[in-house]
């Protein structure tokens, strides 16, 4: 099987051409990069995602690793191969600064780099992306002995990590966490209770998993203002060898998809002997996982795009090798027939899902060029816009490949027919793995939630009104540059309709009609998501006049024609909706279901 | 696991004041018939339903059988069992006339009893359903010896049947058959080839199987009309004797659902002993086949609705039992949670599942309704009246429960949250075995080349003028009945939009632009789709406004509200693209990709 997982060109095109990162690479920090240095990183995760991660995908998706005695769970040899490999790479440290052993590159570089891993072997990453994230937790709060303890051993991808905040009593609502910590006489705390869905929270592929932990100290407050933030190591250091903490593997989800990376429940502390070690300062832990959440969810959002960008370069490959049927005025049944890439309606979906995959890449990395700036541009109030602005586009960024990726994952089943609903080709694999994405790190009720009633309000629409200026100014460009009006007037006419939908929702939720507001969060996380990536569309259309490469630019525009003709449209009805204050399902009653 | 499948009195609701079955039962055809005969019928079919079928579902998902030596599948015990007691129930010959040995139920009645059978393990009954469709081609256009020799044992449940179609070079391109017929001496043909995705092609539940099977005669024409239709046995009978009958299953496929029936490949003839009957006359197997094909698209919408209903009816239960967060402007942290029902988004999600399963279930017993008036009104003029419209409304009624019913399944994983992503719970299966309904007879995109191509322009558009008629006669009853404009403007609306881009497309078409015609088909199909169900809903919405029963009242005003306001609404903006001709995709080069 051979896939290019992405689009090299395309890529390339978005780094350049509409994403300035040598623009990027002239901010001081990041002096020691050049393009140069970013293109070689780009070059080795493309051969391993290719080369390593890719081959053992299949191999990995059928051996679902299961609970062997005593709490053991064995990944599959190929986890522990890849494992190694993207160690060697690098992937740990790519964007961490020197300080701590990085190689300080921008994110934005880092991030497109690692989109190829994702598409390659999504568990195999994932592996990595989570240790990453949670020894960034330790590195941002914990103090020198916590670096010391667990982080450098994290970085170096000696030790794993986990984030373990779900309950069984306790999925969305982590104020309800019910995990105990008790103050110990030596300083560190005894942990107990129960975790499930912890990714990646039991294997054999490293010696020891540090699971950075919710719980709440005894006494703390109810809610999410007494819950802490702790490092739960599954064996800790005694006399310089590694003894068990407590931590017990008592049972691995059978999951439909992403099925290299084991899911596990996590039962804290049964013998009363499992230490945890604070990080940072009490009651705070949901403010500090915020941040792993964040990033958490930029990841999943990549995750999506990676999934269906590997699934629609196979579609793209069946439709150009499998003949099926004759042009639609072809009377003559003795003539070939023609690959399926020729109707019109499988044109359909491979520029559906180009419009997907490419526009949701668009965005990821347009989020990861907002991470750089927020955290390195000299300017403090650029920091501040780029953050409040990536704040907003963070849960459209999450759910929209989720939502629209999955129909993504699904049109490359179809494209491929009977063969698709089969094991015989990988697409139904990439599209099991595709679900997750819109439960885990929030289900996208959750982001909804989260873009309408904290992000869209969030410093009196700040963001909003950011965002609102560069759409603007983006539309002036495509009009300087000539592009038709089919480009730009759905685009204006989202922009608008997404405003007015705000300030309607905004002035319920002003006025106490919290429930009013909120109970079209779903819709207006679809009229965000049209817009946004209308955005990114529009934004590559400008940038592709100037291309030499003439197919690339053709398919830009294309994509940017689909996009506004079938999608920026949708977005005055949603308004409407909205406006209207449509509540059939607000005012059920379950009696009627 | 207790579920109820269907909502019963919403059935029966559908039953008796929306689709008139009393109406239907005072024709000559049903004289032997009354509502309590059906009822009898529905509740055994019901009792079977639940609490055979159900409790097997899990079981025969978790064990596909394989292929074993000398091509042997051997299905699931719990598979033996659904099959005898299917047939002692009567399945097999429920709507077929007493002449052949039936009851003579009408379709509608039967269709709606089976729903419940699908609902509770699809794959069990459609070893059914293949069987009595299979039985119905020779019924239909086989001669006395075809009838005796097959016929009766597959009425009777001893053999089973199967549609033999697909060749691995010829999927959706029926002119590309290629397997062979070769006339032997005693009147009966040897055929060769290969089949693929032959559902219930091969296993141990009964100790023959029937293909009907489509093969070209040497020396026919090329393409479809020189395709003729046989039935060929698994065994043929020698001197009272099964023998067998050279068709060797020689690979199970690994489909993602679907997984208690197996889908095999058969090799016909490799010793060249095959012996196949012609039903009917030579090259004729085409024209017979879209008899089974039309009634097996019907049975798949009705596969769809009720892998849909099951999961809908899952959701609803789980969702009433999980607690989970605080209404959004609690802020005690110690209240207890509630169940997630009362957040609004997961209301949504199950009105939409609601709107799209009863929606479904209405057009499919519509379908039925036709399918009865069509071949039982003593009246020619309504007979033929009752025909175009079946035809014109089968390929929605096909795509419509294949397409949206995925997404109300897919919803019902999302309200389980992380659980639903895992086998602990039946909705990932559901939704597995769900998506196979867009692929098999006949992809989406076909359905919509047929609706378009064929059925919107069939007798010069006379179908369409009929439910144009209809609809209008359901929203002047709607006001008479004094429904809310919001019930009422956006299915004009809709059935405004569908009429206009029905006649510029026809135009198109009619001066020789077929692709621009038909590049517009998925944009057709899902205005048309929109459209269709609007009026179901409105149907249903006039109708409770006389029904006793508030709640179920209440749930069909509130489902036709969010209908309306949600989905009808999207037909202006689907027709406007049509108009505009958008050639995004059509005009797209691959290399662009």
Redesign the interface.
């Known amino acids: 099987m051979s896939n290019p997982l992405f ?1 090299d060109r395309h890529v390339d095109f978005l780094l350049r051409e509409v994403l300035d990162l040598p623009g990027l690479l002239a901010l001081p920090a990041f002096v020691e990069h050049s393009e140069e240095t970013c293109a070689m990183y780009m070059d080795a995760c493309r051969k391993v995602a290719r080369q390593v991660l890719l081959p053992s995908y299949g191999p990995v998706d059928a051996a679902a690793p299961g609970l062997e005695a005593g709490g053991q769970v064995r990944l599959h040899r190929d986890m522990h191969e890849a494992h190694r490999t993207l160690v060697e790479l690098g992937v740990l440290t790519a964007a961490r600064p020197e300080a701590v052993g990085g190689t300080g590159l921008p994110m934005l570089a880092t991030a497109a780099s690692h989109a190829y891993l994702m598409a390659g072997n999504l568990a195999a990453y994932a592996l990595e992306g989570l240790t990453t994230g949670a020894a960034r937790l330790i590195e941002s709060f914990g103090d020198d002995d916590l670096r010391a303890r667990f982080m450098r051993k994290m970085y170096d991808g000696e030790w794993t990590g986990t984030m373990a905040l ?1 309950e069984p ?5 982590l ?2 966490v019910a995990t105990k910590a008790t103050p110990a006489a030596d300083g560190t705390f005894r942990i107990s209770g129960t975790k ?2 912890i990714s990646g929270g039991a294997h054999d592929v490293a010696e020891n998993i540090i699971h950075l932990t919710l719980a709440r100290i005894e006494g703390a407050p ?3 203002k007494g819950v802490s933030l702790f490092a739960v190591p599954a064996k800790r250091e005694v006399n310089g060898k590694l003894v068990d903490n407590d931590v017990l593997c008592s049972s691995v ?5 992403w099925r290299g990376l084991p899911s596990v429940q996590l039962s804290f502390g049964d013998r009363g002997e499992c230490h945890g070690w604070l990080v940072g300062a009490p009651h705070q832990g949901i403010k500090y996982m915020f941040q792993m959440m964040n990033e958490a969810r930029l990841m999943v959002g990549l995750n999506a795009v990676a999934s269906a960008s590997v699934a629609f370069h196979a579609a ?1 490959a069946y439709a ?1 090798d499998r ?4 042009p ?2 072809a009377k ?3 003539t070939p ?1 023609i690959p399926i ?1 020729e ?6 979906m ?3 899902q ?1 419009a997907i995959v490419e526009g949701g890449l668009a965005l990821l990395l347009e989020c990861a060029r907002l991470t750089d700036l927020s955290e390195h541009h000299p300017d403090p109030a650029e920091r501040k816009a780029a953050f409040l602005l990536l704040d907003l586009l963070t849960p459209i960024a999450k759910t929209f490949p989720a939502e629209y990726g ?1 129909e993504a994952n ?1 049109l490359a ?2 494209i491929h ?2 063969y ?5 080709y990988p697409v ?1 694999a990439w599209w099991r793995d595709q ?2 994405n ?3 790190e929030g ?3 959750i982001q ?2 989260d873009l309408l ?1 904290r992000k869209m309000v969030a410093e009196g629409g700040a963001g909003l009104r950011d965002l609102a200026g560069r759409v603007t100014a983006t539309l002036a460009k495509a009009s300087q540059a000539g592009l038709p009006a089919t480009l730009t007037e759905p685009l204006s006419a989202a922009l608008q309709a997404w405003l007015q939908a705000s300030a309607t929702l905004g002035a319920k939720g002003a006025t106490g009609d ?2 009013g507001m ?2 079209h ?2 819709d207006y996380m679809s009229l965000a998501s049209v817009t946004v990536v209308g955005w990114m569309w529009l934004r590559q259309a400008v940038a592709a006049t100037n291309a030499t490469d003439r ?2 630019a ?2 830009v525009d ?2 940017a ?2 996009w506004m ?2 999608e920026a ?2 977005a ?2 949603l308004a ?2 909205i406006a ?1 204050g ?1 509540d ?10």
């Open positions: 689009s779900t009593q306790a999925g969305s609502s104020s309800d499930v869905f109810a809610g999410i989800f059978h999951k439909v998809g793209i150009q003949p099926q049927g004759r639609l005025t003559d049944p003795t027939q890439i109707h019109a309606d499988v044109r359909r491979l520029l559906r180009k999955f699904t089943i179809q027919g009977g698709g609903y089969t094991s015989e139904e679900k997750l819109t439960i885990h289900t996208s009720g909804g939630l009633g919290v429930d909120l109970r969060s779903a197919d690339l053709q398919g294309a994509a024609r689909y003709a079938t449209t949708k005055p009805a409407a909706r209207s449509e059939s399902y607000a005012a059920l009653d379950p009696a009627w279901l």
